[in-house]
T-cell receptor, first 112, second 117 residues
Framework: DQQVKQNSPSLSVQEGRISILNCDYT??????FLWYKKYPAEGPTFLIS?????DKNEDGRFTVFLNKSAKHLSLHIVPSQPGDSAVYFC???????????FGQGTRLTINP | EPEVTQTPSHQVTQMGQEVILRCVPI?????FYWYRQILGQKVEFLVS????????KSEIFDDQFSVERPDGSNFTLKIRSTKLEDSAMYFC???????????????FGPGTRLLVL
């Protein structure tokens, strides 16, 4: 099941710079997208979401961009901080469905 | 801040044994979920539960699995006869306030690591 894909298993960014995490999806029925952050031995923590009626949503240092025609979304973190080092999951759901479909995750490392 | 809690944090069991994983969702949430993550794989949806019944389930959620909300606070996942391949991290999640928007963010618990020997 490859409906949601995060093609970069890992990303390394210098502290203070921008981190850009990418996610692609194939199911055109998806209309709600979320980003979660996960530390080892913890559950996914909600970061930010976006509905398909928007193309951008911002919350503090986190901004999510949605390109529906390309079936692509990205999470921008700026400025990146050491505490942002974690695995980031993209997830999607379709209208009328409750389940979230997750990508494989991208491990983000912020270097001092 | 309200959070989803899960017990136990770790469970080791023998193949063929029954296990019950417990969750306390965020109070006043209406939708409850179980997901699992096998080591090195994606987080996968198992089941959602609303108004005291299963509202959606995946093909993973076969007859070996059942869910229950035995009282006003707990939400449980039972695996009747565990298999080696049931070894995974199991996450409970909850969402949805009465009168809220139709699509609510799901909030996850810390997980129960299940190891079947």
């Amino acid at each position: 099941d490859q409906q949601v894909k995060q093609n970069s298993p890992s990303l390394s960014v210098q502290e203070g710079r921008i981190s850009i995490l990418n996610c692609d999806y194939t199911n055109s029925m998806f209309d709600y997208f979320l980003w979660y952050k996960k530390y080892p031995a913890e559950g996914p923590t909600f970061l930010i979401s976006i509905s398909s009626i928007k193309d951008k949503n911002e919350d503090g240092r986190f901004t999510v961009f949605l390109n529906k025609s390309a079936k692509h979304l990205s999470l921008h973190i700026v400025p990146s901080q050491p505490g942002d080092s974690a695995v980031y999951f993209c997830a999607a759901s379709a209208q009328g469905a409750q389940k979230l479909v997750f990508g494989q995750g991208t491990r983000l490392t912020i270097n001092p | 801040e309200p959070e989803v809690t899960q017990t136990p944090s770790h469970q080791v069991t023998q193949m063929g044994q029954e296990v019950i994983l417990r969750c306390v969702p965020i109070s006043n949430h209406l939708y409850f979920y179980w997901y699992r993550q096998i080591l090195g794989q994606k987080v996968e949806f198992l089941v959602s539960f609303y108004n005291n019944e299963i509202s959606e389930k995946s093909e993973i959620f076969d007859d070996q699995f059942s869910v229950e909300r035995p009282d006003g606070s707990n939400f449980t996942l039972k695996i009747r006869s565990t298999k080696l391949e049931d070894s995974a991290m199991y996450f409970c999640a909850s969402s949805g306030l009465a009168g809220g928007p139709p699509r609510e963010t799901q909030y996850f618990g810390p997980g129960t690591r299940l190891l079947v020997l």
